[in-house]
Nanobody, 124 residues
Framework: QVQLVETGGGLVQPGGSLRLSCAAS????????MGWYRQAPGKQRELVAT???????NYGDSVKGRFTISRDNTKNTVYLQMNSLKPEDTAVYYC??????????????????WGQGTQVTVSS
């Protein structure tokens, strides 16, 4: 099986920066669109940013100009650089892959794969 593992969350002061990473483990053949989503207490999960395998990006309106998504296809990893953080950025951040192709005895494909989430808290 494969899984997405997020790292890099934590506590940061307003105006600070954090970098999240999400690595796909397993014998990965290819990954489709990767993205970051977040969910704050009492709110619905929302889009933060997505990136295609060729580097095309899309951002949620609330993070445009502050966050940057990138990926390293050789490492099956997606990153989220978060700058100028605000208290309203506080949430659990989840990594997603819309499609994972991998080897596990045979060639397999999984859709809509999620990581376990990492907490980001912006507070003074």
């Amino acid at each position: 099986q494969v899984q997405l593992v997020e790292t890099g969350g934590g506590l940061v002061q307003p105006g600070g920066s954090l970098r999240l990473s999400c690595a796909a483990s397993g014998r990965i053949f290819s990954i489709g669109v990767m993205g970051w989503y977040r969910q704050a207490p009492g709110k619905q999960r929302e889009l933060v940013a997505t990136i295609t395998s060729s580097g095309g990006t899309n951002y949620g309106d609330s993070v445009k100009g502050r966050f940057t998504i990138s990926r390293d296809n050789t490492k099956n990893t997606v990153y989220l650089q978060m700058n100028s953080l605000k208290p309203e950025d506080t949430a659990v951040y989840y990594c997603n892959a819309d499609r994972l192709e991998f080897f596990s005895v045979t060639f397999r494909r999984q859709y809509d794969v999620w990581g376990q989430g990492t907490q980001v808290t912006v507070s003074s």
